[in-house]
Nanobody, 126 residues
Framework: QVQLVESGGGLVQAGGSLNLSCTAS????????LGWFRQVPRKDREFVAA????????DYKRSMRGRATITRDTDKNTVYLQIVSPNPEDTAVYYC???????????????????WGQGTQVTVSA
């Protein structure tokens, strides 16, 4: 059974550091990308960052470059997201997702991801 379990959400101070983890289990991920998305009420799910499990290639939402870092630990089957200097606009439910690197895969398109975690709420206080 495939599972993606996020952790690390909660209340974060603006200007500090936001650190999330996602543990992926139930299959091998060598031909997958693991990504982070976020969503606020009444808005579409928004791409934040992604990393290929095998090669470690990364991609970021343009506005997050320089603030967000995605990494993975293949021994721990875990992907991490760090956002430095978070601000209240980073408040959202953050989701971990896994998408197969097949023809048609688009890093920032939620439809390219077939597995999703339950999400973790992050609230950034001013």
């Amino acid at each position: 059974q495939v599972q993606l379990v996020e952790s690390g959400g909660g209340l974060v101070q603006a200007g500090g550091s936001l650190n999330l983890s996602c543990t992926a289990s139930g299959r091998t991920w060598d031909t997958y990308a693991l990504g982070w998305f976020r969503q606020v009420p009444r808005k579409d799910r928004e791409f934040v960052a992604a990393i290929t499990w095998g090669g470690g290639s990364t991609d970021y939402k343009r506005s997050m470059r320089g603030r967000a870092t995605i990494t993975r630990d293949t021994d721990k089957n875990t992907v991490y997201l760090q956002i430095v200097s978070p601000n209240p606009e980073d408040t959202a439910v953050y989701y971990c997702a896994a998408g197969a690197l097949i023809q048609g895969y688009r890093t920032s398109n939620p439809s390219s991801y077939s597995y999703w975690g339950q999400g973790t709420q992050v609230t950034v206080s001013a």
